[in-house]
């Protein structure tokens, strides 16, 4: 599958779902970008494994009876069914799409304990829903405990009656159990090394005598990783011990007694009775207890998938809400009464992640600081436009009567000195000011020169002295206004990508965030590569911009076509919660 990932992209899983992304991959699955109902409609996740026809109708039935769930912290099954890829049998699971898990989390830091309390406590109220419904989770790890928007989810694919065997679906160690049949103490087995791993990023080692060596963990979670970590099932911590040394204001409820159900598969022999009998906490004793309730399932869902062969593409089975088990636990009641703030991560095109902190998702209204700032805006343009006209009018009235009515015998020092420039500031001052008038430097400036009736006619050393003027570096400022201007431009823009930034995310903005990105240019304009040019407060949104500046393509500077392309360039990425800019310095 790892191999074949890739060349799946662009095709259709079972004629509706395209596979437009490739979000993860396993030895045996892979998981794809997927959209429900055609383009245009929320995005969601697909699975695909390959079919394996000795248990492919088992498989289905188990996802079967993991959609009739219904709890908060469960990802919600959409679809599922067979499928032909690239000429491969493979079954498929449409989920809803979560914005990150744990397990990409990991990799960077580990949780503190606060951030660890509040991380767990949704995971405990699933797993107490599942064990009371009858089924297992049976594949609790990092990379399985996922978030969308501000809410922990598990994952839903994995799910399976209490009572059978582990090397149905084996899962990875050392997240699996030793027994060989799953019960809910295997999940609290795989709860104890997804906690160790959480807070240290590092498994718990065996030791000779069968006791696992622990890292250094903080109260109470060392308490609940070694009573999580007994080989006999029997004797683990319970779901409800957990959550009591996690809260210790916790009142486990009373369970409700088991209801009988008719028995309609084969019971077991009467030597395993008598060893249930005789040993209560024994391994036997549990799959006896189990067996009932596994045998009433696996008929009621072995008729179900009976039912629906070859009717994959119909809608769902209609399921009666009465019949489909509640939550225990009120949403309310799971969640603590002060959350921990988890740390943020960096994912692409996600904000609100398993990172972040708990908060009940509300629609944008305008607020009025907003109202405030357009009105300011308006009577900021409505000042500009009254002032402006009146600024540029009044510095230039003193330059008409100068112009027209004055000599140049009596124009002073102050009235040229706007003409000079710095090359001429070194030669011009060691003359008299008599004998090097200011006609000169108004005629360069292209005002227009005294006429002959408003002043006698000037001397032949005046007139000299004009060509000497012309002639000087008064006259010509180009050449120091070239050697100031900088040798490199900036290069024209011939392609723009702009970042794709979700409104759960720019809500989370104050203010601006910039980000600079200096770019490596190819010789056709387009970028070889891209770093920061300094250091950026978001490392979310410096991912959505390193990623936008690499589909920039330029070209030579817009006042010379001829010149080559720049080698490098550096583009400005503004974001706010309303708009996001790019633009090149």
């Known amino acids: 599958m790892p191999e074949t990932a890739q060349r799946l992209l662009g095709q259709l899983a079972d004629g509706r779902f395209p596979l437009r992304k490739l979000l993860g991959v396993s030895p045996n699955s892979a998981v794809f970008l997927t959209s429900v109902n055609g383009e245009g409609s929320p995005d969601a996740a697909i699975k695909l494994i390959p079919e394996d026809p000795a248990n492919s109708e088992l498989q289905l039935t188990r996802w079967r009876a993991a959609a009739s769930l219904s709890h908060p912290g469960l990802l919600q099954i959409l679809h599922f069914g067979r499928c032909n890829i690239d000429g491969s049998p ?219 062969v070859g009717s994959q593409r119909q809608p769902m089975p209609q399921i009666d809400p009465l019949a489909v088990p509640l939550s225990p636990i009120s949403p309310n009641s799971a969640t603590p009464a002060v959350r921990a703030r988890i740390p943020v991560s960096s994912l692409p095109q996600v904000n609100a992640t398993i990172a972040g902190p708990r908060r009940v998702a509300t629609p944008h209204k305008p607020s009025s600081s907003n109202t405030l700032v357009l009105v300011g805006a308006a009577a900021a343009v409505l000042l500009a436009i009254l002032f402006i006209p009146r600024y540029f009018l009044r510095s230039a009235k003193p330059a008409a009567p100068s112009s027209a009515g004055s000599s140049g015998a009596s124009a002073t020092p102050e009235s040229s000195a706007p003409a000079k420039t710095p090359s001429s500031s070194s030669t011009i001052p060691s003359k008299p000011a008599a004998t090097n008038p200011p006609a000169p430097t108004k005629s360069v400036a292209g005002t227009p020169a005294s006429k002959p009736a408003d002043k006698p006619a000037a001397p032949a050393k005046e007139s000299l002295t004009r060509d000497s003027a012309a002639a000087s570096p008064v006259a010509a400022p180009p050449a120091s206004t070239a050697a100031a201007q900088p040798s490199s431009k900036a290069p024209t823009v011939l392609r723009k990508i702009l970042p794709v930034v979700s409104e759960k995310a720019r809500s989370t903005i104050n203010g601006t965030v910039r980000i600079n990105v200096r770019v490596q240019l190819n010789p056709d304009g387009t970028v070889s590569s891209a770093e920061l040019a300094n250091s950026a407060g978001s490392q979310f949104f410096a991912d959505l911009a390193l990623k936008a500046a690499q589909q920039w393509q330029f070209g030579p500077p817009a006042s010379d076509d001829t010149a080559p392309v720049p080698t490098s360039a550096v583009i400005r990425f503004d974001f706010t919660q309303i708009t996001t800019s790019a633009y090149v310095p």
């Open 90 to 308: 493979c079954l498929y699971i449409v989920t809803e799409l979560a914005d990150e898990d744990l397990g990409q989390l990991l990799p960077t830091r580990a949780l503190t304990p606060d951030e660890t309390r509040g991380m767990i406590a949704p995971v405990l109220s699933v797993l107490d829903f599942l064990h009371e419904s009858g089924f297992v989770h049976a594949g609790l790890k990092p990379s399985n405990i996922h978030a969308i928007g501000d809410n922990v989810k598990l994952s839903a694919d994995r799910i399976v009656a209490a009572g059978e065997s582990s090397s149905s679906w084996p899962l990875a160690a050392p997240y699996a159990a030793p027994e060989s049949i799953l019960f809910p103490a295997s999940d609290v087995w795989s709860l104890g090394v997804a906690l160790c791993e959480t807070l240290t990023r590092t498994f718990p080692e065996q030791e000779s005598s069968g006791r696992f060596a622990l890292p250094d963990l903080p109260a109470p979670f060392s308490e609940i990783v070694r009573g999580a970590l007994v080989e006999d099932a029997t004797l683990r911590t319970s779901l409800d011990q957990a959550r009591v040394l996690l809260d210790p204001s916790f009142v486990p409820r009373r369970k409700p007694a088991p209801v009988a159900v008719p028995v309609t598969a084969p019971v077991a022999t009467s030597a395993a009775v008598d060893v249930a009998a005789a040993q209560p906490d024994s391994p036997e004793a549990l799959v006896a207890a189990v067996q009932p309730a596994v045998a009433h399932a696996a008929k009621s869902q072995a008729a179900a998938a009976t039912a629906s």
